[in-house]
């Protein structure tokens, strides 16, 4: 099993950044594809990013791309969310998940963290 941790959210004004971190602990991450993914108040859990193994390769939800990048450091054990020019529909709960394979549903995912809240205001 892998533990993880998530960090680094906040509340921040439109048109800031935040940077998440994902720390895994138990397994490394190497062996697994990470997802972020993210969660607000009535609503289904929702893809952001995802990146393979090595970091080669990146996927992203349309709402984000050009805004928000996923990266890793395997050596370190953990994942990163650069989140820029953040809008107030980027508030959510953030959540970093495992998954065997290069996906972006939620149910292919496995190991969550507890998440981390991010609010952005106008």
């Known amino acids: 099993q892998v533990q993880l941790v998530e960090s680094g959210g906040g509340l921040v004004q439109a048109g800031g950044s935040l940077r998440l971190s994902c720390a895994a602990s138990g397994r490394t991450i190497s062996n697994y594809v990470m997802g972020w993914f993210r969660q607000s108040p009535g609503k289904e859990r929702e893809f952001v990013a995802s990146?393979?193994?090595?970091?080669?390769?990146?996927s992203y939800a349309d709402s984000v791309k050009g805004r928000l990048t996923i990266s890793r450091d395997n050596a370190k054990n953990t994942a990163y969310l650069q989140m820029n020019s953040l809008k107030p529909e980027d508030t959510a709960v953030y959540y970093c998940?495992?998954?065997?394979?290069?996906?972006?549903?939620?149910?292919?995912?496995?190991?969550w963290g507890q998440g981390t809240q991010v609010t952005v205001s106008s």
């Open positions: 998940a495992t998954s065997v394979g290069y996906y972006n549903l939620a149910r292919f995912y496995d190991n």
């Open positions: 990146i393979t193994r090595s970091g080669g390769d990146t």
